[in-house]
DNA sequence: CTGAAAGCGCTAACAC
DNA sequence: GTGTTAGCGCTTTCAG
């Protein structure tokens, strides 16, 4: 009835074409000491060529002292945001396979596991994040999903990604934009907003306003727009921007950010941009939501562009790709390195500019 | 003889305290035929008594002769329905610890898998699936996570679930609902509908308008909510409910279901409702943010109820509980039985009401 | 430094 | 019917 996979690549096939034993194979995928240099570099190979990947069950079950990883998130909204449970099924699968267990341990309002565990992966960190030093004080080897300074981290650009957003509008003659984001208290979504606030500033564009909404969904983001696009068309009552605790925004974001208003007219109805920067591929759904409900076109009328690149979100809207895969391997090359009481080091992964049909030429 | 590590329970024990062998144990655990009834019962005494639970890797690896069960589901919208991501955690653990292998294949547009699998999991079928027919015609063994008249299949007791919320809001002398909910051309939907009106009629209450969105996440609850809202309260135009294709919704449902005006004056701003009750937690979510916007006070204006329990909705939600456990478990049971060929049943799961902060009596 | 061999916990031929 | 035994793919002593 069922098909055996005979097909299925081992160690020894690894070390078929190495030309050593298994247990050599075995030392160097699990980065053991004691190989020399050449050998290593003779089975990476040999696994690079076969497109060899460990059976994570084999693993589990040869692999005695189980490490459990525990996933600290922000209470209570982890299956809320499709984004990091694309990131989290990466995150699982890479774990899986380098033998380690993620334990899915529920975190309490702080964020951090309420049971004890081995290690942890700690997502969306806030500039001054009390988890990160409850961790480090406990000595307990964690990685961030994010950036910060002198903690094992990483992340996608975002500040790159908001600048190769910003040079696209730019280029499609949007001088005047607007960004919408989530609480810029997150470092990712602070980020994403310098990097495209400063592309603006550097090109001699007026500063995007920013549109900050507390929900990271598409229905937050609708919500905020809404809301906006109702006191900008009446263009007098300006729309108090909501930022997050005192000094935990970047000086050029937090000032005045929403103050401005622009001498030229532009855009449809009045409105202060003829383009929208969305902090996320959800956010960019909400906002084209919004602008639709209000009789707006995408693109004709406003350019919508997003960040992360969401498969499910649809193919049509302009994005910044986010490498997901990259991000989660190196998580956990990371935790690794924690584990082993390696030097810290943090990681930016490169984004890319995703052109589809949300965006368009300036009329 | 083999030391067991102390800290772990392996078929050895099992079989030591059974006195039987390991094979036989494993037999037992497999629901493989050719075990006396006899000793069958005294080694699922042993499991009992020793709280055994066999070691999902060694079994994945064990069985090598894999079972692929592919994963059908509506095309490109998995990870954005939070309830479906929260089920399939369940669902993967359960067919994991049972020694099968879900594959995430990808599915074409129809919803099937685009790679040959040897089982599979279907989800969300609508009343004239084709992929049922097609399934069955290719012999592939699956289950429905849903409800259909002779197919195997498994789900929380939507008819029930509706009644329950009826009874409830019936209960605060909201005389007046509206039905908030996604395709009735989806059966889970109508099952739920179904439940809910038939509870109103048969106490002799209006019957309930329904509308529906095709957008089941709280963004496209909270359109379809706003729009209605504003549609209402002008008091002339009725607002047109898309229904599915002809046929496929319960006759007592599609007979103009939002034709219906009540005489008296009820609930707030002259809305024709005082109760909402909600297809899904996140449809609930949507309705309560519109209504709030619309400056409606949930609940001293309007109760709302929702349905699945979602743990992230919020702890303030009135629901409908359904054992999501207990629906993949019995998953995961049925697809063994379609992988033996054992005779095709159907079972409803229970749900129960949760009354929490969203539901009040009526003014 | 590297290889041979003994399992991790379980399932499934194959014997009895 | 029930027990024996050989692996599933991998890690890890323990020799060389």
Do not use: W
Not at 207 to 224: H, K
Not at 343 to 349: A, D, H, K, T
């Amino acid at each position: 009835m069922v098909v055996t996979d005979s097909s299925r690549l081992t160690v020894h096939d690894v070390a078929m074409v190495a030309g050593v034993s298994i247990a050599t194979v075995s030392r160097v995928l699990n980065h053991r000491p004691g190989v020399s240099p050449a050998t290593r570099a003779k089975v990476l190979a040999a696994v690079e060529r076969l497109g060899y990947r460990p059976d994570r069950a084999a693993r589990e079950l040869s692999n005695r002292r189980h490490v459990t990883v525990g996933l600290c998130t922000a209470y209570g909204h982890r299956r809320l945001i499709p984004f990091f449970m694309l990131f989290l099924e990466h995150l699982m699968e890479e774990l899986a396979s380098s033998g380690l267990r993620l334990k899915d341990v529920p975190t309490g309002r702080d964020g951090l596991p309420l049971e004890p565990t081995d290690a942890c992966m700690l997502f969306g960190a806030h500039a001054d994040d009390p988890r990160i030093a409850d961790l480090q004080k406990r000595k307990v080897p964690f990685v961030l999903i994010g950036r910060r300074e002198g903690v094992r981290c990483v992340a996608a650009d975002g500040v790159a990604g908001g600048r190769l957003a910003a040079e696209h509008l730019l280029r499609l003659g949007h001088t005047n934009a607007l960004h919408v984001t989530g609480e810029l208290f997150s470092q990712a979504m602070s980020d994403r907003a310098a990097g495209f606030v400063s592309a603006y500033d550097e090109a001699g564009a007026p500063r995007p306003r920013v549109l900050e909404t507390d929900d990271l969904s598409a229905l937050g983001a609708y919500r905020a727009m809404t809301r906006d696009l109702a006191t900008r068309s009446h263009g007098t009552h300006l729309h108090h921007v909501h930022m997050g605790p005192a000094g935990t925004v970047p000086d050029r974001l937090a000032m005045n950010a929403s103050a401005r208003t622009t001498a030229e007219p532009s855009g449809a109805r009045g409105l202060d941009y003829t383009a929208v920067f969305a902090a996320t591929d959800e956010l960019a759904n909400g906002v084209i939501a919004a602008l639709t409900d209000a009789g707006l076109r995408v693109p004709s009328d406003v350019s919508v562009i997003g960040f992360d690149d969401m498969p499910e979100i649809g193919d049509e809207l302009t994005t910044i790709r986010q490498d997901i895969a990259a991000v989660a391997k190196t998580a956990v090359e990371l935790l690794h390195e924690a584990l082993n009481g390696a030097p810290v080091r943090g990681v930016r992964v490169p984004v890319s500019l995703v052109v589809r049909g949300t965006t368009a030429e300036r009329r």
